[in-house]
């Protein structure tokens, strides 16, 4: 069996992380290392390796993670002063853990273009 993701572990509870939020199909917790006040990943329990490796069948868990940005948001007091969320693919967007996530970074100005 493939070693687990990091993600993974801490959805399984053998690695301790912040969790702000679980369901069934995903958990939230505090990145460890923040880029933002408040630094968010949003993690499917199925291991998706990245966005851009997603099968048909994972249309209603995708739809659910992003339906969960409104309720993540809304939880942690963001919708007011706005938020951004981003999913980093492969080598050159700056991916480092194969398991897909959802940054959601708020607290601060953010600037665009990203570096
Ligand atoms: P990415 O570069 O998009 O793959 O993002 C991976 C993110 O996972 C980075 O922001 C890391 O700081 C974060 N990260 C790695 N290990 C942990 C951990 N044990 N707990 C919380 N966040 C983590």
Sequence with gaps: MAEKTIFQK?????????IIYEDD????????APQAP????????KLITRIGETETSDQS?????LSRIRFISEQEGLSADGF???INNGKHGGEAV???HLHLLAGRQL???PG
């Design 111 to 113: 600037v665009w273009p």
């Design 84 to 86: 951004r969320v981003v």
């Design 10 to 18: 801490i959805a399984d509870r053998e690695i301790p992380a912040d």
């Design 25 to 32: 199909q995903c958990l939230c917790f505090r990145d460890i």
């Design 61 to 65: 868990l995708l739809g659910h993670l």
């Design 38 to 45: 408040v630094h968010l990943l949003l993690v499917p329990k």
């Design 98 to 100: 194969p398991h897909l």
